[in-house]
């Protein structure tokens, strides 16, 4: 069992920066970052395989990092020039790999792993 914990989430002006950090216990191969915001469905943000290969949505690419200690088991979510519709609850999600989290990184269903979210909002 994979217990991911999130933190870093808070509130901050359009165009500011905050960075997120998902601490995980247990063996991850793929880890990444998904957001959902009041009525809309979950939407994959940026993800990482084992093999360092990462993949963001085309929403966020230029503007947001991500990036994995191994060392730590620490995945974490550089974000910046941030916009009002980038207001979410933050998720972070993780898999084993079996899944097939390597080839569809951003598919929520390929990941067995959830933290329990941490809060962005961006105010204009």
């Known amino acids: 069992q994979v217990q991911l914990v999130e933190s870093g989430g808070g509130s901050v002006q359009a165009g500011g920066s905050l960075r997120l950090s998902c601490a995980a216990s247990g063996y991850t191969y793929c880890m990444a970052w998904f957001r959902q915001a009041p009525g809309k469905e979950r939407e994959g943000v940026a993800g990482i395989s084992g093999i360092g290969s990462i993949r963001y949505a085309d929403s966020v690419r230029g503007r947001f990092t991500v990036s994995k200690d191994n060392a730590k088991n620490t995945l974490y979510l550089q974000m910046n020039s941030l916009k009002p519709e980038d207001t979410a609850m933050y998720y972070c999600?993780?898999?084993?790999?079996?899944?097939?989290?390597?080839?569809?990184?951003?598919?929520?269903?390929?990941?067995?792993?959830w933290g329990r979210g941490t809060q962005v909002t961006v105010s204009s």
């Open positions: 999600a993780a898999d084993s790999g079996t899944n097939g989290c390597a080839l569809t990184p951003l598919r929520a269903q390929v990941y067995a792993y």
